[in-house]
T-cell receptor, first 112, second 114 residues
Framework: KQEVTQIPAALSVPEGENLVLNCSFT??????LQWFRQDPGKGLTSLLL?????REQTSGRLNASLDKSSGRSTLYIAASQPGDSATYLC???????????FGAGTRLFVKA | DTAVSQTPKYLVTQMGNDKSIKCEQN?????MYWYKQDSKKFLKIMFS???????INETVPNRFSPKSPDKAHLNLHINSLELGDSAVYFC?????????????FGSGTQLSVL
C-alpha cells in the first residue's frame, strides 16, 4: 500500500534558522516526489518536483532531495523567514502515475 | 489568469441536498483530479480523469459523481449530502502524469453540511 509519512508534524523556529522537513514513502517505484506549500484557507502551491531519476532540486532558499532506496525525501529551507510559515506537504506520485498520495504535512511557524 | 479555478469557494447546505462543484483549467492539461481535505487537513485523492476518461475512483461512495464534459472541465456532483461530507474539496490538473508532470491545484471549495 502506498503511504507517505511526514516528520515532524509541527515545527517552530526563530527567524534565520536553517531547517529540514522529512518525508518517507513506501512505494519504491515512484514516478516523482513533489513538495507543496499550503497557507491557511488556501490551495496548494507547488514548490519543487523531483523526478525518480533525480537526486535533488533547488529553487532559491529551498532544496529538496530524493533517496529512492531508503524511501526518503527532505526539504531544506535556508535562512527561514516569517513568510515561510505555512504547512508543507510532500506527495508521492506512484506506480501507474495517476495516483498521487500526500503526507499529512508539517506545520511550520517561523518567529520574527 | 487563474490556472485551475473552482466554484463556489464556499458551499453551505442542509443534509440530504444535492450540490455541484465546478472546476476548469486553462493549462491545456490532459488529466484532472478531485481531492478531499478533511478536518485533520489530510488530503486524499477521490477521482482522476485522463482525456475525459475515469482512471481512478478511490472507493468514494457512489453519491459522488464526477463529470468531465471536456478535457478542461471536471465537475463534482454530490447527491444526498451527509454531515461527513463536510470538508474542503480541491480540484487539480496535470499533464500526462506518466511522464511525471507537476500537479496544479485550485483554491478549494469549503463544503459545510448542516
Amino acid at each position: 500500500k502506498q503511504e507517505v509519512t511526514q516528520i515532524p508534524a509541527a515545527l517552530s523556529v526563530p527567524e534565520g534558522e536553517n531547517l529540514v522537513l522529512n518525508c518517507s514513502f513506501t512505494d519504491s517505484a515512484i514516478y516523482n516526489l513533489q513538495w507543496f506549500r499550503q497557507d491557511p484557507g488556501k490551495g496548494l502551491t507547488s514548490l519543487l518536483l523531483i523526478q525518480s531519476s533525480q537526486r535533488e532540486q533547488t529553487s532559491g532558499r529551498l532544496n529538496a532531495s530524493l533517496d529512492k532506496s531508503s524511501g526518503r525525501s527532505t526539504l531544506y529551507i535556508a535562512a527561514s523567514q516569517p513568510g515561510d510559515s505555512a504547512t508543507y506537504l510532500c506527495a508521492d506520485r506512484g506506480t501507474g502515475g495517476f495516483k498521487t498520495i500526500f503526507g499529512a504535512g508539517t506545520r511550520l511557524f517561523v518567529k520574527a | 489568469d487563474t490556472a485551475v479555478s473552482q466554484t463556489p469557494k464556499y458551499l453551505v447546505t442542509q443534509m440530504g441536498n444535492d450540490k455541484s462543484i465546478k472546476c476548469e483549467q486553462n493549462l491545456g492539461h490532459d488529466t484532472m483530479y478531485w481531492y478531499k481535505q478533511d478536518s485533520k487537513k489530510f488530503l486524499k485523492i477521490m477521482f482522476s480523469y485522463n482525456n475525459k476518461e475515469l482512471i481512478i475512483n478511490e472507493t468514494v461512495p457512489n453519491r459522488f459523481s464526477p463529470k468531465s464534459p471536456d478535457k478542461a472541465h471536471l465537475n463534482l456532483h454530490i447527491n444526498s449530502l451527509e454531515l461527513g461530507d463536510s470538508a474542503v474539496y480541491f480540484c487539480a490538473s496535470s499533464q500526462d502524469p506518466r511522464v511525471g508532470e507537476k500537479l496544479f491545484f485550485g483554491s478549494g471549495t469549503q463544503l459545510s453540511v448542516l
